[in-house]
C-alpha cells in the first residue's frame, strides 16, 4: 500500500508530460515506452491495472489467420511480425504453440483449401514458426483422440502463440516497467473531468476511489486509453473524434484439465467462429464467443454458458459431458472494435462478425486517443504513441532506449548459475507444473536475483503459502512490495491467476491465506478478506441463481 501511497502523493504535487488514463494494455504499454525514454508520465486506473478488457482475453499472440478470410492480409502481415516481435523479446512469457484444427466435412471451406491457407499464413509470418501440417483423421486419432472426428475428415495444424501465464500479469510488467523508469502510477484512481488552460495544460479532476479523496493532475497531454470506454471519457472531455468504437462480448470458462497436451485445440463453432481449448496450467480454458453489445458492463449469461458447453461437448470425447458444475472460473468482457464513424452507422451493423480488428490512433485538441487494438500487438502501439507525442513537442531525453523485453541473457545466465548452485529447483513443489527457477525468471526476470537472496537468507521464504497455487512465501513479499496490492482481487485474478485456477470455495478454506493477506496487508487483511469474498459472492449470484 505504502507504495501506491507514495505515487498518490506524486500525481498530484507534480506537473506531467501526459497523463495516461487508462490502465490496460494500451495504457500499460504507452507508459512503459513514455517513461523508459525520459518522458515524464504519469498513468491512473479507475480499478485495477488491467482490471477490465485486458483480464478477459483468450491469452493468445497471434497473427490473426482468421482475418484471411476477409482478405486483411495487411492486417495478417502486422498482427504476424508484432507475434514474432513478442515471442523474440519475451521467450518465456510468449511462447509458440500449436494450433490444432479439426475440419468438419459440411464447413464452408475444404479441408485442402484451409490447408493452402495455413501455408499462405506461415509465409506472411516469414515462416518464423513451424509449418504447418495436414492431419488425417487417422492422424487425429492417434494424437489428440479427446478430439471427436465424426464428422470430420481431418484437421490442420498451424503454429502461434500463447501467454504462458496470463494477459494481466503481462501488462502487470508494463506498469512495472513505467515505475522503474521514474514513471508514476495509481491504481483505483477515476478520472471525472478535465479543463484545458489557455496554455494548452490539462487540469484533470480525479478521485482516489478508496478514499474519495478529491486530486487535480496536470499534464501537457491527455492520453486517453480507456479500452471500451474512450467514447465515454471523449464526451466528458468534449473531445469529437473521428472514430468510436462498437463492442463484442467474448466469454470464455475455466474447467479442470481436459488433456495434458500442450497445445490448442481448435474448431469452428455452430456461429462458424474459431472456438478454442487452450492449456492454462492445471486448467483448460474454452471460449469464446463474439456477440455485439451496446453497453461495456457485461457478465456471463445462462445462454453464453450452455454455447460454449454445448460446443465443446459435441466437439471433444469427454467420459462425461461438461456442466455447470465444473466450471472453475469464468472469463468475460468487451473488444473494443475501431470503427470509423460513418461505418459505426452503416457497415458495423451490416457486417458486424467482419470488422477489422486493427487500432487507429487519433490526435484531437490536446488528446490522444487509442480505439480498439489487441495484447498482440502492444509493442507498436507502444512506439506508435510514442511518436504522436514527440510530434506534439514533448521532447524524450532517451530516444533510443529499448524500453521492453527480457533482460539481457547476461543476467539470465547469472540467474539460472545463481539457482544451480543452491540447488533451487530440489525445493520445487511436488503439485508445481513447471521447475521452481523457470517460474521465478518468467514472473520476475532480472528480481528474481533478489528473491533467491531472500531464499538463502531464510529458507522458509521458499515456503508455498497457499495450497494448490503456485506461490512462495517470498514472491508473496515481493507482491506486497512492489507490486501496488490494493485489494485480494488485484493479487488472486491478475499479479498471480490463483483466482482463476482454484474455485472459490477451495480458496475459501485453503490453509496459507490468511497468512498470504497478512503479509499483503498487514493490519488490514482480515477487512481484506472480507472485501473479497462479498465482492466473489455478489459477482457469482447470477450464476448460482441459474443452477
Ligand atoms: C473475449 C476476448 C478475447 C480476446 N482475445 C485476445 C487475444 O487472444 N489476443 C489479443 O491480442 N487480444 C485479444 N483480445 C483483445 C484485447 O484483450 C483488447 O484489445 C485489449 O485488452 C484492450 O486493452 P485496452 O488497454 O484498450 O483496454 P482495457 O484493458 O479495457 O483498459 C482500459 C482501462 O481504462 C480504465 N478506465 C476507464 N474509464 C476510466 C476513467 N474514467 N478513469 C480512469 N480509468 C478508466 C478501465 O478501468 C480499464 O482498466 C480479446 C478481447 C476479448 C474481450
Sequence with gaps: MKLRQTNLEKLASEDFDVLIVGGGINGAVSAACLAARGIRVALVDRGDFAGTTSQESSNLAWGGIKYMESFELGLVRKLCMARNRLIRAYPSTVQRIGFYLTHDRSFRKSRLLLWIGT?????????????????????????????????????????????????????????????????????????????????????????????????TLRARIFLNACGPHVDALNAVLGTTTTHRHVLSKGIHLIVPRLTSSRRVLSFFADDGRLFFVIPMGPRTCIGTTDTRVDDPHVHVTAEDRRFVLENINSRLNLAKPLTEADIIAERCGVRPLAVSTEAAHGKASRDWMQLSRKHAIEVKDGTISIFGGKLTDCLNVGEEIYDEVTRLGVRARFPERKWYGEPPDEVKDEFFHQATLMDLDALTAESSSEPLSTRLWRRYGAEALGLLESIRQDPRQAELVIENAEYLRCEIEEAARREMVTKLDDFLRRRSKIALVVSNKVLKEAAGLKDACAILFGGEAEAKLDEYFATRKRDEAPRAAAD
Excluded at 513505467?178 to 495509481?186: D, E, M, T
Design 119 to 215: 501455408w499462405l499464413y506461415w509465409l506472411i509470418g516469414d515462416g518464423f514458426l513451424r509449418r504447418p501440417r495436414l492431419l488425417s483423421v487417422a492422424d487425429m486419432k492417434e494424437e489428440e483422440p479427446i478430439v471427436n472426428v465424426s464428422h470430420a475428415d481431418g484437421g490442420v495444424e498451424y503454429d502461434d502463440a500463447y501467454l504462458h501465464d496470463n494477459d494481466a500479469r503481462f501488462v502487470w510488467n508494463f506498469i512495472r516497467g513505467a515505475l522503474n523508469h521514474g514513471g508514476v502510477a495509481a491504481n483505483y484512481v477515476e478520472v471525472t473531468a478535465a479543463t484545458r488552460a489557455g496554455d494548452g495544460t490539462w487540469s484533470v479532476a480525479a478521485r482516489d476511489v478508496l478514499g474519495g479523496t478529491p486530486l
